[in-house]
T-cell receptor, first 120, second 112 residues
Framework: ETGVTQTPRHLVMGMTNKKSLKCEQH?????MYWYKQSAKKPLELMFV???????ENNSVPSRFSPECPNSSHLFLHLHTLQPEDSALYLC???????????????????FGAGSRLTVL | TQLLEQSPQFLSIQEGENLTVYCNSS?????LQWYRQEPGEGPVLLVT?????EVKKLKRLTFQFGDARKDSSLHITAAQPGDTGLYLC????????????FGPGTRLSVLP
């Protein structure tokens, strides 16, 4: 496996269900991200982890709960979601979380293929 | 808050035509990336530009970073149906603690 792998690729859930999205990166990167992509909206940053520590929570509702057990794995736990939460959830990784977090050169994101979530 | 704007939002052209997509901001970025995203997939990095005024070429694609590092353009020569997709620009903040910010994207359709 190479790059960033996301599972499942598609998920349909009811508003009372609990499910999790999984992301794994094989690039040796130190930072991992969750983004939400809805129709007609720019990519929305949800969470950032740098060396397993959460460095950013972009005012995300508590029904989304991230978990980063190590630098290679990232989860997004979902519970009591709303239909408006239906979207493509993208995981990404990069060498560092932001400018000034160590390292040199341009910092670029490598994305997974995404998990398409539909909330009924 | 840093924002990136992209224009046009939608573009439909015939195979063989040339086109330019723009990415603009009032903020300075330490680097700017262009990604292409196909339906059902994640964005894939095309190029990173770092130096003001920098020009990079990737086959038929030419990328330019503005002198002040606030804007960028993507020019495609002789577009092909395989160029169809959503083109996203993303800037990394110039200051400590600033993360990536994405533009809304330009959806390009190249008709055979």
């Amino acid at each position: 496996e190479t790059g960033v792998t996301q599972t499942p690729r598609h998920l349909v859930m009811g508003m009372t269900n609990k499910k999790s999205l999984k992301c794994e990166q094989h690039l040796g990167h130190n930072a991992m991200y969750w983004y939400k992509q809805s129709a007609k909206k720019p990519l929305e940053l949800m969470f950032v982890y740098n060396f397993k520590e959460q460095t950013e929570n972009n005012s995300v509702p508590s029904r989304f709960s991230p978990e980063c057990p190590n630098s290679s794995h990232l989860f997004l736990h979902l519970h009591t979601l709303q239909p408006e939460d239906s979207a493509l959830y993208l995981c990404a990784s990069s060498q560092r979380a932001h400018r000034g977090a160590g390292g040199s050169g341009a910092n670029v994101l490598t994305f997974g293929a995404g998990s398409r979530l539909t909330v009924l | 808050t840093q924002l990136l704007e992209q224009s046009p939002q939608f573009l439909s052209i015939q195979e063989g035509e040339n086109l330019t997509v723009y990415c603009n901001s009032s903020s300075v970025f330490s680097s700017l990336q262009w990604y292409r995203q196909e339906p059902g997939e994640g964005p894939v990095l095309l190029v990173t530009v770092v130096t003001g005024g920098e020009v990079k070429k990737l086959k038929r694609l030419t990328f330019q970073f503005g002198d002040a590092r606030k804007d960028s353009s993507l020019h495609i020569t002789a577009a092909q149906p395989g160029d169809t997709g959503l083109y996203l620009c993303a800037g990394e903040g110039d200051n400590y603690g600033q993360n990536f910010v994405f533009g809304p994207g330009t959806r390009l359709s190249v008709l055979p």
